[in-house]
Nanobody, 115 residues
Framework: QVQVVESGGGLVQAGGSQRLSCAAS????????MGWHRQAPGKQRELVAG???????NYADSVKGRFTISRDNAKNTVYLQMNSLKPEDTGVYYC?????????WGQGTQVTVSS
């Protein structure tokens, strides 16, 4: 079992930056991969960025060059640094962890980008 808790959401102006944190309940060395997804109103949840246990990363095309996912192994935490934010980045951001053949989701944190 893995619990993940997101933090760091809020209101930000377009062009601004924000950092989200996802704290896992166990060592992230034991977790196959972790990622950030987002869901905008009326839209399906989509992958934003992911990082595997060996440090490989992947990003949605819409955030490449603006967002960076990173991990702090000592803190069992994954971060999402979001720069040059756009109104279309608005949504609920969810962290997940893939481990033991299952996917564990956090409760989500709201990110609102005002124009």
């Amino acid at each position: 079992q893995v619990q993940v808790v997101e933090s760091g959401g809020g209101l930000v102006q377009a062009g601004g930056s924000q950092r989200l944190s996802c704290a896992a309940s166990r060592s992230i060395f034991s977790i196959k991969s972790m990622g950030w997804h987002r869901q905008a109103p009326g839209k399906q949840r989509e992958l934003v960025a992911g990082v595997t246990s060996d440090g490989s990363t992947n990003y949605a095309d819409s955030v490449k060059g603006r967002f960076t996912i990173s991990r702090d192994n000592a803190k069992n935490t994954v971060y999402l640094q979001m720069n040059s934010l756009k109104p279309e980045d608005t949504g609920v951001y969810y962290c997940n962890a893939v481990a033991f053949g299952r996917t564990f989701w956090g409760q989500g944190t709201q990110v609102t980008v005002s124009s």
